[in-house]
């Protein structure tokens, strides 16, 4: 399985991010609405990316199962 420590940063910069877009819209900021946007996107590119390991983990787990039978 992926690093729980991973998986819990890349939420934290996905809550990071959120709280970014909505100051930036709150006091009009479209460059820092924009960033927390942005900040977003990649955080839930690395969660499918810690998803996919996982994914990938248990199939490969499941192989080795079936091979040692």
């Known amino acids: ?6 998986r819990l940063k890349h939420k934290a910069e996905e809550l990071t ?5 909505k100051t930036g819209h709150a006091i009009g900021d479209e460059r820092l609405e924009a960033e ?4 977003q996107a990649q ?4 969660q ?6 996982d994914a990938a ?5 499941k ?4 091979l040692d039978r």
């Open 43 to 46: 955080s839930k590119v690395k």
């Open 57 to 61: 983990r248990k199939g490969t787990d």
């Open 63 to 66: 192989i080795r199962s079936t």
């Open 48 to 53: 499918a990316a810690d998803d996919v390991k």
């Open 17 to 21: 991010g959120k709280a970014k877009e």
């Open 1 to 6: 399985m992926s690093d729980p420590s991973d």
């Open 36 to 39: 927390g946007q942005g900040d």
